[in-house]
């Protein structure tokens, strides 16, 4: 079964500045897909970006970006210039790429703040 | 275009209680799911479904149950309810294809007392 570990319960960064979000994973599967999830306090779940496993090229996304290290499964969460409106929950997670077995694995979240 | 929705947004039971939660689509996804969401464990899996007429339990099914007669509805039903099932329960639906983006609703605070 695959696993997903956010190591990163809190974190805080100042406003304009840049901060990154740590995300492991254990799987023995060949293709997936990666997710970042934002939960802000209105509770609604928001896709942040997503990384196919299979391109080794970084997705990005505006002010966010990530760094996909397939090899050490690693995929951190790296938001440039924060802004207040990122504070929030920030989940990390998993899907198989098997037909079938499309259902999400999910960090435990790490809460994000920002200082103004 | 509603997106996903959820019914109620809130609701308080006692032990032994039953209820069901409401979860609507109006996407046309064949893939929906549920989740529960807890204080230090992210979501976990409850139960999901890859069309109509088709279910399957997830990570945690225990205490629930699912039908899914129609594409738009997933309805999850608590059987007797149990403090243990206090949580933020969320649907979510998707077109089934895995780089696919699944879509949550806004999420059901259940207490049971």
């Known amino acids: 079964a695959q696993t997903v570990t956010q190591s990163q319960p809190e974190m805080s960064v100042q406003e304009a500045e840049t901060v990154t979000l740590s995300c492991t994973y254990d799987?023995?599967?060949?293709?997936?897909?990666l997710f970042w999830y934002k939960q802000p306090p209105s509770r609604q779940m928001i896709l942040v970006i997503r990384q196919e496993a299979y391109k080794q090229q970084n997705a990005t996304e505006n002010r966010f970006s990530v760094n996909f290290q397939k090899a050490a499964k690693s995929f951190s969460l790296k938001i440039s210039d924060s802004q207040l409106g990122d504070a929030a929950m920030y989940f990390c997670?998993?899907?198989?790429?098997?037909?079938?077995?499309?259902?999400?694995?999910f960090g435990t979240g790490t809460r994000l703040t920002i200082i103004p | 275009n509603a997106g996903v929705t959820q019914t109620p947004k809130f609701q308080v039971l006692k032990t032994g209680q039953s209820m069901t939660l409401q979860c609507a689509q109006d996407m046309n996804h064949e893939y929906m799911s549920w989740y529960r969401q807890d204080p230090g464990m992210g979501l976990r899996l409850i139960h999901y479904s890859v069309g109509a007429g088709i279910t399957d339990q997830g990570e945690v099914p225990n205490g629930y149950n699912v039908s899914r007669s129609t594409t738009e509805d997933f309805p999850l039903r608590l059987l007797s309810a149990a403090p243990s099932q206090t949580s933020v329960y969320f649907c979510?639906?998707?077109?089934?294809?895995?780089?696919?983006?699944?879509?949550f609703g806004p999420g059901t605070r259940l207490t049971v007392t």
């Open positions: 997670a998993y899907r198989s790429a098997n037909f079938g077995n499309e259902k999400l694995t």
């Open positions: 799987t023995s599967e060949s293709d997936y897909y």
């Open positions: 979510a639906s998707s077109t089934g294809t895995a780089q696919a983006e699944q879509y």
